[in-house]
């Protein structure tokens, strides 16, 4: 019988999805030599990573559907194919927009933070008041299938979602929007979409939600922003520079923090897990393209 393909993964992974590529593909400690390589976002995969690699690998899967820790281009050039976890994580990330949203909103996370203090309180009618997503104006900034699942879950609370896409008039749908939720991917073009001026377009008592990537965000200007009182709020699941937060965005009491939970339920990451083994699969072992190959 001829070797198994010989595949090299960038990070831990769930022991399923662990046991699943071990049963048909021999693992080994580098990236050199391998056939196929199985991507955490947080390793970048760069030409000097790919060279490094070899002329031996044909394919890098992604454990994520977002794709900006990988050059594509440089991929390409090398024949190298690139697949990604589409479908599988569209409900976990949009349940995490809705959590941080009304997280946000109804001050959820202050009033931990404040119980956690040991703050001396009394029930008052006038305490620690919030708004309620029903009837709120959310602008979903990418209307993909990220965008639009939570769109149909802010329905759900009552909310008014609409969509601006590419080629819709950005600043005109943050002037609107109540709430604004990232869904775009992190290309070139989507870098710091959310600049100063977004943010002067953006109404004083609006928020906004990041569960896309970091760098759609200017994280000083969103810091600027939420200390001069220009926007009300911030839910961030993402950060420009992460694993890093700005310092600042500790301190404000409205703004909700999550370190990247967008996909995190078991089901989640194990079925994402299953999808890049899949395109390992299909390429190194049946000799066929992967169904979730980035176009
Ligand atoms: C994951 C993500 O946490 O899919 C993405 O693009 O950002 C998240 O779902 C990540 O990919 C895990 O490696």
Redesign the pocket.
């Known amino acids: 019988m001829s070797q198994p393909p010989l595949v090299h993964v960038t990070?831990v992974i769930p022991d399923r999805v662990h046991d699943a590529l071990a049963s048909e593909f021999e693992l080994t400690g580098q990236a050199a030599g391998a056939d196929g390589v199985l991507s955490?976002?947080?390793t970048r995969i760069d030409a000097a990573f790919l060279d490094a690699a070899g002329p031996r690998l044909r394919i890098v899967a992604?454990?994520?559907?977002?794709?900006d820790n990988i050059d594509l281009e440089a991929a390409r050039a090398r024949g190298i194919v690139v697949a990604?976890?589409p479908d599988v994580?569209t409900r976990?990330?949009a349940e995490q927009a809705i959590v941080l949203m009304l997280a946000l909103l109804r001050r959820t996370a202050e009033g931990d933070r404040f119980l956690r203090r040991r703050a001396e309180w009394r029930f008052s009618l006038e305490f620690m008041l919030g708004e309620s997503l029903d009837r709120k104006r959310i602008a979903i900034v990418g209307p993909g299938r990220i965008g639009r699942e939570t769109a149909r879950l802010a329905e759900a609370f009552g909310a008014e979602p609409f969509f601006v896409g590419r080629g819709d008039p950005l600043h005109d749908g943050l002037r609107d929007a109540d709430v604004v939720s990232l869904h775009v991917p992190a290309t070139a073009e989507a870098h710091h979409l959310i600049d100063t001026a977004a943010f002067d377009a953006m109404k004083p008592t609006a928020v906004l939600v990041n569960t896309a990537?970091g760098s759609v965000v200017d994280e000083a200007a969103l810091v600027a922003a939420l200390q001069t009182g220009r926007i009300a709020g911030a839910a961030l699941d993402?950060f420009e520079f992460e694993p890093a937060v700005s310092p600042e965005l500790l301190e404000l009491e409205n703004v909700v923090l999550a370190p990247?939970?967008?996909?995190?339920t078991r089901e989640?990451?194990e079925a994402?897990g299953l999808l890049a083994v899949s395109a390992l699969r299909a390429l190194l072992i049946e000799g066929v393209m992967p169904s979730n190959v980035v176009p």
């Open positions: 990070g955490l976002i947080p992604n454990y994520g559907v977002g794709i990604n976890t994580l976990a990330t990537r993402v990247h939970l967008g996909s995190a989640t990451r994402m």
